[in-house]
């Protein structure tokens, strides 16, 4: 028999056309809704064997196996909280009935949570990029609808000057003046800083390094140690058998405290997060004359995108050009007044 109960559930148990054992639940204890259930799946077996249809397959299924594929990313766990927002809206959706004005709908709802646009991209690029996924790679469909991205507004690179970091670390409890001034020393993401162990330092070598796993981009990054941070870390020893920075003894697993944030306010410094230490640290190296390509190698980017916002701070290979404009423009101002002063003679 192909149906099944079991407990207060009905089951089947089918053999498909190519001889394949299919068994699953039916989701239901009313026998008519698991025998309407049944013959479905017998007939979508049959079309699947003789007509060479493609399988359907659900949201669910293609967001299970996006995580699975990919677990090896450091934005795992943010897949996962976009994905779980998304189920309210595409559970048990077949994939083929996800179209444009479903897609619309799921814009909607999170614009009416009141995020701004860029945070609702962020989900839309998850849902675009799995359904991509299911039409180039899985060969699941055989096209997806058009996922149409807000215009978000283009930010400026937000920096500090010398001075004004030079406020603020005057203004930080030790502990988080030493890992900041650290960050504006080597560029290093927080999780970095703050995760940073004995075992990753060589002092003698003056370089640390950021392995593949405690990379944002998977990939390790060289961490040579100036003066500066070779002094900070020194003044560290002996404080924690781990890890580098501590505070009283105990890892540091949070740098954006209240702590950070009185500190700003004392200093006098608005509109400026941990990560921004980052920007100003790239910024000062771009300002100072680093090649983009040799910061994104110190930065640890995947890409040349992300270093190329910095690019505007840098402009002494553009001003001999900018120079020689200004010598012609010189010469025919100084041709203009002779031509004038041959004239009134």
């Known amino acids: 028999m192909s149906l099944r109960k079991r407990g207060s559930t009905w089951w089947i148990d089918v053999v498909a056309p190519n001889g ?14 698991a025998q309407e259930y049944h013959d479905r799946l017998k ?7 003789k007509l060479e249809e493609k399988p359907r397959h659900t949201w669910n299924e293609a967001a299970v196996r996006w995580l699975k594929e990919q677990a090896h990313k450091a934005s795992a766990k943010e897949d996962v909280a976009k994905l779980r927002w998304l189920d309210r809206y595409l559970r048990d959706k077949d994939l083929t009935t996800i179209n444009r004005a479903l897609i619309d709908r799921i814009t909607d709802a999170k614009l009416v949570d009141g995020c701004r646009n860029a945070t609702v991209n962020r989900v839309l690029a998850l849902l675009r990029a799995v359904l991509r996924r299911c039409v180039n790679d899985w060969e699941w469909l055989d096209r997806m609808p058009k996922v149409r991205m807000l215009r978000e507004p ?17 203004e ?34 003056e370089l640390a390094w950021i392995h593949p796993d405690q990379a944002k981009a998977r990939k390790a990054i060289p961490v040579p140690l100036n003066a500066e941070a070779v002094a900070l870390i020194g003044k560290q020893v002996g404080k924690h058998q781990t890890y580098v920075f501590s505070f009283r003894g105990q890892a540091i697993t949070q740098v954006s405290t209240k702590a950070w944030y009185a500190a700003l306010e004392r200093a006098g ?16 190296h771009v300002q100072n004359g680093t090649p983009l390509y040799a910061l994104q190698e110190l930065g640890g980017w995947a890409s040349t995108e992300m270093v190329r916002r910095y690019a505007h701070l840098a402009a002494d290979h553009l001003a001999p050009y900018a120079q ?4 012609v423009r010189a010469r025919a101002a100084q041709a203009h007044g002779t031509n004038l002063s041959q004239a009134g003679n």
């Open 20 to 33: 394949e054992r299919v068994r699953r639940t039916t989701g239901t204890g009313n026998k008519a809704q």
């Open 43 to 49: 007939a979508e077996l049959w079309r699947l064997d």
């Open 154 to 170: 283009k930010r400026r690179v937000r920096f500090l000057t010398h001075d004004e970091a030079q406020r603020l670390l005057d």
């Open 172 to 205: 930080l409890p030790e502990h988080l003046a030493d890992m900041a001034a650290f960050t504006l020393a080597t560029g290093l993401r927080a999780a970095n800083v703050t995760g940073m162990m004995w075992s990753q330092v060589d002092l003698v070598r």
């Open 269 to 284: 410094i608005v509109d400026f997060r941990w990560h921004d230490l980052r920007h100003t640290w790239a910024s000062w």
């Open 324 to 327: 020689r404009l200004g010598e």
